[in-house]
């Protein structure tokens, strides 16, 4: 039975109920009596004791200052106590910014007031001796500026005018003579962060509003009022760890230089400086702007005397000139040795000149790369990976029949095409093997040699090369008998050879040179086309003019024919690669004279894409550079010239996230075009070149090849693939291979051929065990197809490379710098997959051979002063964006504790997980050198 007062919580609900609605009925009645300013501080009873009287006071003397009855008693140093008053009680509140300080909030309704009392005082004329009136009126600017911060009509710069007032009334009293404008010094910083943050957003406006009504930005008068300011923020920002806005202000008022005049710029601060400045060039749009952002990074670090990250960025400016001038500069001889094993991964051909040989010796041996054979070992040894494997081991074809009965849709037919399956596995022990000098086919006998025919052999033979990689007199003891073999094609594959073994590593012999030099002015053609691609794997970066001297022979050659071109084309080709990002005007003006002066014919040729390519790796990341080369080729009256220029323009703009340059490749590819498309297919690799190494404009390129799939013609189709295989090398992202898994079962041959291949390059060297599986069930889907079986071994070939010590990334240094010799055999391969059926699938499969020129050991070793290994320490995680951020955030997350050496993928950074130990580098990658901390105290240990 139910209590008797049970119906009392009903009317208690009942009461609460109707008194909530009178009381938001009352403050309804409140909001709408009283203005919008009243809203904030309406009801006096809400304030407490201490802010009534704050606010008392503030109207009191906002009063006495305006004085609007006129009273005589009210004198200007009256007026300047009141002001004063108003002044601290502001400052002392907006220094720090956590919630809207009190005084403003009172001061709000009066804002109105005090501008029009200003107005008033503005115009009157000053008495020669009224100094105080003067200081009256600046200081009151200054209260309007800050209050205009909030109260301002945003378009009309209020706060700044103010200021720029205030200013200019401090100046006046200082030409008077004045004490009173001593104060003016801390003016600006006094007022609290936020108001010079505001303050600096409104200087960018109005510069950009005077240079659009027609000030030239090069004069300083237009802008000497706002310039003054600067000079006053600047230092203020860089003083209060604010580097990034005192950076962004400069930039926004083209003064970035007045950055190297600071004296407020110290060990503490030029790192997070300059670390911004680098990531601010990836957005300059404009060469000239992106130029001095490098440029003015490249000073400071020169300033402190940092001349590792000084060669860093003079290598992403391509300012090879800078080279011989650092290395002299630098006195640190363990960071001239950091130097020289930077610029050997950048594969730079610099000679080290110095007045102690030894010294020198011992450098020009760190940039020629000459112990990587040694240290690769080294580390194989050490993780146990020694053993070679066989190309069984990586097809693992037993797991793909299993309990006696074959999964084959038709498990009694033929092998297929066995030559192609032979050929598939010679690349696929040589990448497998590469650098560790023992496998199971090549080097125990020549039995395999001759399982091969033709071009086959000439593979199976070059493949020693890839197998003895960097590791030259070894090598060479090998290969040697092969370049007296009686078989043409076992022949030209021992010169091809001794290219591959020799690429990027220098020898005081140059054997290279000296045994492909008469080949190459041969009479044979395979002999020719395998010295030309020789010397373009071997010198690759090196700029060498005497191997120039060889090639631009056969690039002029006027004797037509599908062979002729085949070898004008190579050795074009090869031209780019020795000169990548060079500009060098010999080499480009051949190859497009050659371009203009040949036939239909001869253009129509399957590979005079690779002469395209040749020219354009000539102006690799050189922007601007190309300008006068695309016009030369938008002259030649053929399908070709649209494909040149596209070729050039892309490589010119590589890396530069310009987004101008993307929207023009995205409107290339627009037209619908079922033929003569092959320009399309170079737009869609190119949006991926352009944007690769930064990661929004990858983001949002990878979004414009999801329209591309499904608005575009085939042709456009089959290039993204191979533009996402750009964008993540050796990067084997979780979306993209689900992408390419899905593209690599299209019905259509070339685009499920590409996908195949592009899954192997984003894949490259990481033993990622997902491809692997996704790779191994590829082979028995298309256990019929000779052509998609031959891309799927290649892919596993790339998947494995290494036996996972290797990479292709090109981009390196902590993402900041390019390879330039590691992209071109990328794109190398990248262009052939645009036309597979002639090239990997037809007899110029040994372009394969290029992607030498972008392996290097993705592995981290710490070294002693004398080179000697020294185990230590390292925390390797998931790298994290640290540029601009505030404090000193971690820079990598979800690491593991390893001890050198250890490897790294592409998204991951090491850090030391020792202070016993300092690092020469700023970057730890490759070999770093470590030398002992002398401020490092070992931890006592209690003996019990």
Not at 91 to 103: E, F, H, I, L, N
Not at 202 to 218: A, D, K, T
Not at 720 to 735: E, K, M, Q, R, T
Not at 745 to 753: K, L, R, V, Y
Request: proline share 3%; net charge negative.
């Amino acid at each position: 039975m139910a209590p008797k007062d049970d119906d009392k919580p009903v009317e208690l609900m009942a009461e609460t109920e109707s008194k909530k609605k009178d009381s938001k009925k009352k403050k309804d009645k409140k909001k709408s009596k009283g203005g919008p300013n009243d809203e904030i501080i309406d009801d006096e009873n809400a304030m407490s004791e201490e802010d009534r009287e704050l606010k008392e006071r503030l109207e009191t003397c906002v009063s006495t200052l305006i004085n609007l009855s006129n009273e005589a008693s009210v004198t200007t140093p009256i007026r300047l106590k009141a002001l004063d008053v108003i002044v601290s009680e502001l400052r002392d509140a907006t220094s720090s910014m956590t919630s809207v300080p009190k005084p403003l909030k009172f001061l709000r309704p009066k804002y109105d007031v005090l501008k029009e009392y200003y107005g008033s005082i503005e115009g009157e004329k000053k008495a020669e001796g009224d100094n105080e009136l003067v200081f009256l009126r600046a200081r009151l600017a200054d209260v309007l500026a800050v209050l205009a911060m909030t109260l301002g009509k945003h378009d009309e710069r209020e706060s700044l005018q103010f200021k720029l007032k205030g200013t200019k009334d401090y100046q006046l009293l200082q030409t008077l003579g004045s004490d009173l404008a001593a104060s003016q010094g801390d003016n600006l910083g006094s007022w609290g962060h936020e108001f010079v943050r505001s303050l600096a957003g409104e200087i960018g406006q109005e510069y950009n509003s005077r240079v659009i009504s027609g000030s030239n930005p090069e004069d300083e008068a237009p802008f000497a009022d706002l310039l003054g300011m600067v000079d006053v923020i600047v230092p203020f920002n860089v003083a209060h760890n604010a580097e990034a806005e005192a950076v962004d202000l400069l930039i926004e008022v083209q003064r970035l230089k007045k950055i190297l005049e600071l004296d407020s710029i110290d060990e503490g601060n030029y790192r997070r400086i300059c670390m911004y400045l680098i990531k601010t060039a990836d957005f300059m749009s404009d060469p000239d702007d992106y130029a001095e952002v490098l440029e003015s990074a490249y000073q400071l670090f020169l300033k402190q005397n940092q001349y590792f990250d000084a060669l860093r960025v003079a290598l992403r400016t391509g300012n090879d000139a800078a080279i011989p001038t650092l290395l002299s500069q630098c006195d640190d001889k363990l960071m001239k040795k950091q130097m020289c094993l930077l610029l050997a991964r950048q594969r730079v051909n610099h000679e080290v000149e110095d007045d102690d040989d030894d010294e020198a010796e011992e450098l020009n041996e760190l940039i020629g790369n000459e112990k990587l054979s040694e240290e690769f070992r080294k580390v194989a040894q050490d993780l146990d990976v020694m053993d070679p494997k066989t190309p069984e081991d990586i097809y693992k074809s037993h797991l793909a029949e299993t309990g006696g009965f074959s999964r084959r849709r038709d498990a009694g037919g033929a092998v297929v095409d066995s030559a192609r399956a032979n050929l598939a596995s010679t690349y696929v022990n040589a990448f497998v093997n590469a650098g560790f000098g023992v496998d199971k086919l090549m080097t125990p006998d020549n039995e395999w040699l001759y399982k091969n025919k033709d071009h086959g052999m000439m593979a199976a033979s070059a493949s020693l090369g890839l197998i003895q990689l960097w590791n030259v007199e070894e090598g060479l003891a090998q290969i040697d008998k092969f370049l007296y073999s009686s078989e043409e094609y076992v022949k030209a594959g021992a010169a091809l050879a001794v290219g591959i073994l020799s690429s990027g590593v220098r020898n005081d012999a140059d054997p290279t040179l000296a045994l492909l030099d008469e080949h190459i002015n041969g009479d044979s053609h395979i002999m020719k086309c395998a010295a030309c691609t020789g010397l373009g794997i071997a010198y690759a970066g090196s700029a060498r003019e005497d191997v120039m001297e060889l090639l631009l022979p056969i690039v002029e050659q006027e004797s037509s024919g599908p062979e002729t071109m085949l070898e004008v084309c190579l050795a074009g080709l090869a031209l780019g690669m020795i000169f990548v990002g060079k500009c060098d005007d010999t080499a480009g003006g051949t190859i497009v004279q050659r371009l203009m002066e040949a036939s239909d014919e001869e253009l129509d040729h399957s590979h005079t894409k690779f002469l395209c390519l040749g020219l354009g790796l000539l102006f690799l990341g050189r922007m601007e550079k190309a300008e006068a080369m695309i016009e030369a080729l938008r002259t030649i009256e053929h399908k070709i010239s649209k494909f040149a220029a596209i070729s050039l323009e892309t490589c010119a703009y590589a890396g530069s996230g310009n987004v101008l340059k993307i929207q023009e490749m995205l409107h290339q590819c627009s037209e619908h075009l079922e033929e003569d498309a092959e320009h399309q297919m170079a737009a869609v690799i190119g949006i991926s070149l352009i944007t690769m190494g930064e990661e929004v404009g990858a983001e949002m390129a990878i979004r414009s090849f999801e329209h591309l799939l499904h608005y575009c013609e085939l042709p456009v189709k089959r290039a993204v693939p191979l533009a996402l295989g750009v964008l993540n090398i050796s990067n084997p992202d979780f979306s993209v291979i689900d992408q390419l898994s899905r593209m690599s079962h299209d019905p259509d041959a070339e685009i499920s051929q590409n996908a195949i291949l592009a899954m192997g390059l984003t894949s490259a060297g990481t033993n990622n065990s997902r491809v692997a599986g996704l790779l191994r069930q590829l082979s028995e889907f298309y256990s019929k197809e000779a052509g998609h079986v031959f891309c799927v071994r290649i892919a596993q070939a790339m998947l494995h490379m290494g036996k996972g010590l290797l990479s292709l990334n090109p981009i390196h240094s902590d993402k900041m710098i390019t390879s330039g010799p590691a992209l071109g055999g990328v794109l190398t391969l990248m262009y052939a997959c645009i036309d597979l059926k002639s090239t990997l699938l037809d007899k110029t499969h040994y372009l394969l051979y290029y992607l030498t020129c972008a392996m290097s050991p993705r592995m981290l070793i710490t070294v002693n002063e004398d080179m000697s290994w020294r185990p230590v320490t390292v925390r390797v995680g998931q790298a994290v964006e640290t540029v601009g951020q505030a404090g000193k955030p971690k820079t990598i997350t979800g690491f593991q504790t390893h001890t050198t050496p250890v490897l790294i993928n592409s998204k991951e950074r090491a850090e030391l997980g020792t202070e016993e130990v300092l690092s020469v580098s700023s970057v730890l990658e490759g070999i770093v050198i470590l030398k002992d901390n002398p401020e490092y105290e070992a931890p006592e240990t209690s003996d019990k």
